[in-house]
């Protein structure tokens, strides 16, 4: 039951993930990522993968603190972006190690300091650059602990990824947004 229910939140996570990626506004797209990690975050817990579960929980927060300090004004706003930043890469790293059981979970870290840098990003072509190789690599992971819904969710989103990056950011090589 439990493969079933993590297979359904995969699923979800794709709808919101295509979605979200094609946002013009960098808003959005956080918005569609903090839903997207919780969804991804059941997933991976439902599967036995707590590095990919603890990856995708702190990713959520993350998300949410970042798009409250997108408020403030521009100097206030990277003074505290670049705090959460290290605070939070240290905190993927530490909680790597902490949950580490097989060389997938290294996969979970790199995209996990991925995530600290396109979400760092002030305008969402300059996200979707970023989460191109991130997808890529999470593609890698799915198919090493067996998230079979988590491959389409990351891989439909990569090719949403594309799409968006032609269509929105062509004109601007990846300043768009």
């Known amino acids: 039951?439990?493969?079933?229910?993590?297979?359904?939140?995969?699923?979800?996570?794709?709808?919101?993930?295509?979605?979200?990626?094609?946002?013009?506004?960098?808003?959005?797209?956080?918005?569609?990522?903090?839903?997207?990690?919780?969804?991804?975050?059941?997933?991976?817990?439902?599967?036995?993968?707590?590095?990919?579960?603890?990856v995708c929980i702190l990713a959520a927060v993350q998300t949410l603190l970042i798009s409250l300090v997108n408020r403030n004004e521009p100097a206030r706003r990277q003074k505290q972006v670049r705090i959460i930043s290290v605070l939070f890469s240290a905190?993927?790293?530490?909680?790597?190690?902490?949950?580490?059981?097989?060389?997938?979970?290294?996969?979970?870290?790199?995209?996990?300091?991925?995530?600290?840098?396109?979400?760092?990003?002030?305008?969402?072509?300059?996200m979707r650059s970023v989460?191109?190789?991130?997808?890529s690599l999470w593609i890698v992971f799915d198919i090493a602990v067996g998230a079979y819904a988590s491959i389409l969710t990351h891989g439909s989103t990569l090719a949403s990824l594309l799409l968006a990056r032609f269509r929105l950011d062509r004109t601007s090589c990846g300043t768009a947004g």
């Open 1 to 54: 039951m439990a493969f079933l229910i993590a297979q359904i939140a995969g699923g979800l996570s794709t709808v919101t993930a295509l979605l979200c990626v094609q946002a013009k506004e960098a808003k959005m797209i956080l918005l569609g990522q903090f839903v997207c990690n919780i969804l991804s975050a059941a997933c991976y817990g439902l599967l036995g993968s707590f590095s990919g579960a603890w």
């Open 91 to 126: 905190a993927y790293i530490l909680g790597t190690v902490w949950t580490y059981s097989s060389w997938p979970d290294v996969i979970t870290c790199i995209c996990a300091l991925l995530f600290v840098i396109t979400i760092s990003q002030e305008k969402a072509g300059q």
């Open 131 to 135: 989460m191109i190789l991130s997808m």
